[in-house]
């Protein structure tokens, strides 16, 4: 393999990044090729370099796995108190989105729960008696399986 070649394997897949980039631009706005590069490796040598404080962090505590709460730290240990901050909020917000998620599926689903995910399930659309029949099937396959 050339260095090139292993390189790119390490970085953000250019796709990704392009449609980040194009979330906040115009719609009929273009992107270079160079431009999506010049991002991809920015936003590569960022997730690397926070990870890596965060990393080290939980080598000094003998531990294996990196969590939310070291990225949030390393981000303030490098200095990066708004980004740290905002992290902190999304994480909060995640993990209590979760909590509510798991209370709720503890309790058992009401006919509406099923009703809505039956709608997300079918991208938005009225499930037909073909594919609850079909998912009837997956059902079933999956048991004797």
């Given amino acids: 393999m050339v260095d090139g070649e292993h390189e790119q394997d390490q970085m953000l897949p250019i796709a990704n990044v392009g449609r980040i980039m194009k979330q906040i631009l115009p719609p009929r706005a273009k992107i270079s090729r160079q431009a999506k590069q010049t991002i991809q490796e920015c936003a590569t040598e960022f997730i690397s370099f926070v990870t890596g404080e965060a990393s080290d962090k939980c080598r000094k505590e ?8 070291d990225i949030c730290w390393a981000l303030g240990t490098l200095g990066l108190d708004d980004y740290a901050e905002a992290t902190v909020r999304y994480l909060h917000k995640y993990r209590e989105a979760e909590r509510k998620k798991a209370s709720k599926q503890n309790k058992g689903t009401t006919s509406q729960d099923k009703d809505d995910e039956e709608l997300k399930e079918n991208d938005g659309r009225v499930p037909s008696l073909e594919d609850k ?3 009837k099937e997956d059902t079933r ?4 399986s």
């Avoid at 003998?62 to 709460?69: H, L, M, P, S, Y």
């Avoid at 396959?141 to 004797?144: A, E, F, V």
Wanted: without cysteine; charged residues 35%; glycine residues 6%.
């Fill in 141 to 144: 396959s999956k048991q004797l």
């Fill in 62 to 69: 003998n531990r294996k796995t990196v969590n939310g709460d």
């Fill in 133 to 135: 029949e079909a998912q």
